[in-house]
């Protein structure tokens, strides 16, 4: 009993330890895509939308995470940004008024 309790105690350490650094990837790649773009990223943060798994082009099941953000293009209107990663790899990531952007 102490054993599967000290397992879920680890996996859930871990899961949050690989949140903070997907949270992190998610929001330098999405500082870098505004500034690409012309626009100032908002809030200077990213939400997560939702986490689960997925497979990857592998074949593999991986954690997928969509991550939400603001921007600005004139400094008044709020425009909304997604982004996706799959694993540790940034797949997808659109923000509302430009094409899609895939880093």
């Known amino acids: 009993m102490t054993f599967i309790l000290l397992l879920l105690i680890g996996l859930m350490l871990w899961l949050w330890q690989d949140n903070l650094r997907a949270r992190e990837q998610a929001w330098q790649a999405s500082a870098q895509a505004c500034k690409r773009c012309g626009v100032q990223l908002l809030d200077d943060t990213v939400a997560l939308e939702c986490l689960g798994w997925r497979r990857n082009r592998n074949g593999s099941y991986c954690l997928e995470r969509v991550y939400l953000f603001e921007f600005t293009d004139d400094g008044t209107t709020r425009r909304l940004g997604r982004l996706v990663i799959l694993g540790r790899q940034v ?10 952007i895939i880093p």
């Open 91 to 100: 797949e997808i990531l659109c923000m509302e008024g430009n094409d899609l």
